[in-house]
């Protein structure tokens, strides 16, 4: 489903491409343990926040933390979501999370299967 409006164009000297965009995101955050990235995936799912949870173990965080160079074994979150929950799926994650400063990036899906597209806006809160 692409939402009105939502057009990037690009030109040159030798073509013209339109490249359409979805209203679909993919929001990135870490945790430090299985069990929160469990349980912040099924309440985002619950809450049709987010469509699907993909939770990827095994990541290492190198990161700058009140002066300090760290390092921490997290588990990634690829929370398939769409533009217009973001602000609530932040606010969600922000206040559930144990990170004082978690980790929430959104990117835009520029496009999709559009069976996977029409399934994830129909588990969606709409």
Known sequence: MIPEGLMLTSESNFCST??????KIVVYSTCATAEEAEKLARQLVEARLAACVTILPGARSVY?????????AECLLAIKSSRPLFAELCATLEKAHSYD??????????????????????????
Do not use: F
């Open 64 to 72: 700058r933390w009140q002066g300090a160079i760290e390092s921490a």
């Open 18 to 23: 339109k490249l359409l965009m979805t209203d």
């Open 101 to 126: 400063v978690p980790e929430v990036l959104a990117v835009p899906v520029l496009d999709g299967s559009p069976n996977y597209l029409n399934w994830l806006e129909g588990e969606l809160r709409g």
